[in-house]
């Protein structure tokens, strides 16, 4: 297609009415190619970004799950939360929910739940009861450390291998053993 878009760039007038045949060969070679690569970068430019949350393909399912079933046992409890406002999410975290229970990973209800954050997160966070300390909700520059089980990092490293980049949150009202997950809105880019 960039050849078909570039082909009219033959017939200007500065390669056209060159002197002789050899650089009439050369303006038309050297028009021809800076023509694609100025298509090129336009397309690059202009491109749509790939949408944060999409269809995924067999393989891409595939992958998250052998990702999450290379884990062996003893494995976290899952809580798989969406925004109780938004049923698009709902149905998309409902998707991940039946990956991860495809690989053997478990929910105390065996669904997800709905509700909301204190403060609105975009994007796919996962989040932990912090040891020790308690998290004040007042003071945005101070955060507690979570232990990055080994649960942790198989579901990080699952959705990394889906290029989306999951928020580590700690949230003080979990259980222990019980990883949040939470599908908020799509980030802006």
Not at 87 to 98: P, S
């Amino acid at each position: 297609m960039a050849v078909l878009a570039a082909h009219p760039t033959l017939y200007l007038p500065w390669a056209r009415n060159a002197a002789n045949r050899k650089a009439k060969t050369s303006r038309s070679f050297f028009a021809m190619w800076g023509m694609i690569v100025l298509i090129v970068l336009y397309g690059w430019i202009v491109w749509p970004p790939v949408p944060y949350y999409r269809n995924l393909t067999q393989k891409e399912q595939e992958q998250f799950m052998d990702i999450l079933k290379s884990q062996k046992e003893p494995r976290e409890q899952l809580k798989i939360t969406c925004p109780s406002n938004d049923e698009g999410l709902c149905v998309i975290a409902t998707g991940y929910l039946e990956l991860f229970q495809r690989a053997g990973w478990r929910t105390p209800t065996g669904g997800i739940e709905r509700g909301l954050y204190g403060k609105s997160v975009s994007g796919i966070s996962i989040a932990k009861k912090p040891e020790p300390g308690t998290l004040d909700p007042n003071n945005p520059n101070l955060g507690l450390w979570v232990l990055q089980s080994p649960s942790m990092v198989t579901i990080n490293n699952a959705f990394g291998s889906l290029n989306l980049r999951v928020i580590r949150l700690a949230e003080q009202d979990l259980p222990e053993n019980v990883i949040s997950i939470y599908f908020g809105p799509q980030p802006m880019h």
